[in-house]
Structures are given as C-alpha cells and as structure tokens.
C-alpha cells in the first residue's frame, strides 16, 4: 500500500512537471511569432514571465517531491518520536503543527525568490523585505494560532466518533464557509488597509449597479495594494450583509470609469448566478472525496510505515495528498469554471449597457497588458490549470475582432484573473 500512495504522488510530480515542460516549450515558441494583443516588446516580455514562473514550479514541484519521500519514508516518524508531551491532544496538535511549521519553513525561499527576485524583475514587486518579513510573521502567527484549534477539533472528532472521517468532513466544510465569510475583514486587519471609496460619483455608479442584481453589500472599499504588487484586481469577500466590494488601488488607477464598472458588472454576473456556491460545493465534493478515502486506509499502511494509527498520522497523510486531489478535480472545476466566467461575461456586457461589451472588452486587454499575462498557452497545461476561459475566446464571445493573429498559435490562450 505504501508504494502504490508512494507510486500516485510520483505520477502526480510527474504530470506537473510535463505540463510546465510542455508549457516552456509552447510559449518560447509562440513569443517569436506576431504579437497578440500585446506590443512587440511587451508580447516577448509577458513570454519571458510566464517562463520564468514555469521553471520556478518546476524546481518547486521537484523538492515537493523530495520532501514528500523523506515525510513518508522516515520524516513523520521522527517528528512524532521528537515530540515529547504526555497529554495525547497536545502532542497530537504539536506533530501536525510541527509538521506545518516545517513545510512553511521549506516554502520560505521560493516565496523570496519569487517575490524579490521574479517579481521584481518584471516590475511587479513593489514590497519591501521590512513589509514581507511582517507578512510572513502574521501569516505564522495566525496559522499557529487557527491551525491549532482547527487541529484540536479534527482529533476530539477522530478520538471520539466511528464514521470520523465524515464528520472531520463537515467540521472542515464549515471552517471553509468561515474563512470566505472572515477573509476580508482578516484581510483588512492585518495586511490592505481599506478605505471608504472617496469617488461619490463612482460609488453611486456601483451601488446603482448593485442594486440591479440584488447584491447588498457593507460597502465599497479601495485597497492600498500596490505597496506590495503592481498587479490588477477586484475582489467581492463574505456572505450576506457583511460582504464587502474590494478594489484594488491599481485598478482604479489603469480603468476608466466605464471600464472599472463592466468588470464589477461581471463579478456581480458571478453573485447572480451563485457561482461562489457552486465553487464552495465542488471544494466540498474534493474534500468529501479526500476524507473518504483517507478515512478507509488499511492497517497495512501503517504497518509499511512502521508506526502505530494516530489522528497526527492521519491528518498529516491528509495534509500530504491534497495537492494530488486538487490537481486531479482541477479540470472537472476548471470546465465549470469557465463556463461560468462566460456567463459573467455575458451578464457584466449587458449591465454595462450598450458599451458594456466594448468596455468589458477593453477592461479585458488592459489587465493582459500590465498584468504582462502572456496570450497564448499549451492546451494541456489549460486543461490541467485553468479556471478562466482563455482571454481571446472570452473576447470573440464579446464580438471583439482580435485582428489577423497567426491562427496555429490561438488554439489556447491566457486566462485574466476577473
């Protein structure tokens, strides 16, 4: 048993890293052919990016996998035997954590190296290493703080309950539905500072909007995000009457009015349809399925292991195979996904007026172009990773005419984070 879980997370590995192979090799081809959408410059610029950050998931993914044999061939066992408390829920609570704490510590560089040294680069980064070292600690922190109470409630289930793994399923579920319902006020506390839109005009714009689709909200907030990235975005967070419309100062910045109003028309698109309780009930059938499995494992495994069955044990097998699910529900939810993007689409084009199409459209090209968002992508890597359509097909669905492209390099494209 242990070499076929050993056997499916190498296979994993294996397909992440084809997919950024064939990605490489698909761009570096493709940014030598006429530019779309994109200045000749900044067409080989936005390539040069998305290479970059494929290679990185290359390295990434390999000492994933390094650390992954080293968990599972002696790393569990040894935090467990280095642990020494006799209460069983703390020392339970402490492996977990510790195996958390350990797993952040590996992602540090990465984090840097893609921060200070990717992004800034290519003139994303606008942090400094004062701002991100706060960030790191906040985010330890409060992981220490949540992931140990949310760890305690996982082996009070586990310890007390048969079917455990269904209930741990729900206790999770329930968590999730928090945090989207938290995130922006946890958000807002310890890392943007928002303000109250000062635009009246622009606020009365998007409340009139809001109104059209029923959306009730706390308010409209503007996000000081460029001190940490120069990149383009708007979010929607929380549920019910705490829901907050976030937009990044970036965006206000690059949009015009016209333009700014058609994007939120297209996440108010998503908020009629209910797309983020589809999006919250597939992440519940992926941990549904992950519990399912995890929670029926044979004694054998444990025995390969050469240690004894404990809700650490399980949790931490949890923890380790995520990854594997996600990438394998990842295009069942990319399908949904971007169909749904289609219909936001389609509703935004049409909240917006008769202009709505155009705008959304330009809205469109302007978050490709300073966000340096490369236009074109292999297939298999869309199939494997993407959650949005891919941008020129979102534009030909828009009536938008992209011009004579070179049509052997449009079979896939870039998706744009709205």
């Not at 978050?367 to 359509?389: A, Q």
Request: glycine share 8%.
């Amino acid at each position: 048993m242990l070499m076929t879980i050993v056997g499916i997370y190498t296979l994993y590995v294996l397909i992440s890293i084809y997919t950024s192979v064939m990605q490489i090799g698909y761009i570096n081809v493709a940014k030598r052919k006429e530019a779309i959408l994109l200045s000749d410059t900044k067409f080989v610029i936005a390539g040069n990016y998305a290479v970059a950050k494929e290679k990185l998931s290359i390295v990434n993914s390999f000492v994933d996998y390094l650390v992954f044999i080293a968990w599972m061939g002696f790393g569990i066992a040894w935090l467990e035997n280095s642990i020494f408390l006799e209460d069983d829920a703390m020392k339970n609570i402490a492996v977990v954590m510790g195996f958390l704490v350990i797993g952040s510590v590996i992602s540090l560089p990465f984090s840097y190296y893609e921060k200070f040294v990717l992004d800034s680069a290519f003139g994303f980064n606008k942090s400094t290493i004062g701002l991100w070292i706060k960030d790191t600690l906040i985010s330890f922190v409060m992981t220490l703080i949540f992931g140990s109470l949310v760890v305690w409630g996982i082996y009070l289930i586990i310890s007390n309950f048969d079917l455990w793994w269904l209930w741990s399923f729900v206790f999770i579920f329930i968590v999730i539905i928090l945090i989207n319902m938290l995130y922006p006020a946890f958000r807002a506390t310890f890392f943007d500072k928002l303000t109250p839109l000062e635009d009246e005009e622009l606020d009365g714009e998007i409340k009139t909007l809001m109104d059209k689709t029923g959306f009730v909200s706390s308010g409209v907030f503007v996000s000081d995000a460029s001190k940490r990235d120069a990149r383009l975005n708007a979010y929607f967070g929380g549920f019910g009457k705490a829901k907050r419309v976030v937009l990044f100062d970036t965006l206000i910045e690059k949009l015009t009015t016209k333009e700014l109003l058609a994007v939120l028309g297209h996440e108010l698109g998503h908020f009629a349809h209910g797309d983020i309780y589809k999006n919250i009930a597939l992440v519940g059938v992926m941990l549904f399925a992950m519990f399912g499995i995890f929670g029926n494992l044979p004694q054998s495994l444990y025995l390969e292991m050469g240690m004894a069955e404990s809700p650490a044990l399980m949790m931490i097998l949890l923890l380790l195979f995520m990854p594997v699910l996600g990438f394998v529900m990842m295009p069942i939810m990319g399908i949904v996904s971007r169909h749904n993007e289609y219909e936001a689409d389609k509703m935004g084009s049409e909240l917006g007026g008769p202009s709505g199409a155009i705008e959304l459209a330009n809205a469109l090209k302007k978050l490709v172009t300073e966000n340096k968002s490369f236009p074109l992508s292999h297939p298999v890597y869309i199939f494997f990773h993407y959650t949005h359509p891919p941008v020129i097909e979102r534009l030909k669905a828009l009536g938008v005419d992209i011009g004579d492209a070179d049509k052997s390099s449009l079979e896939a494209t870039c998706q744009a984070d709205i």
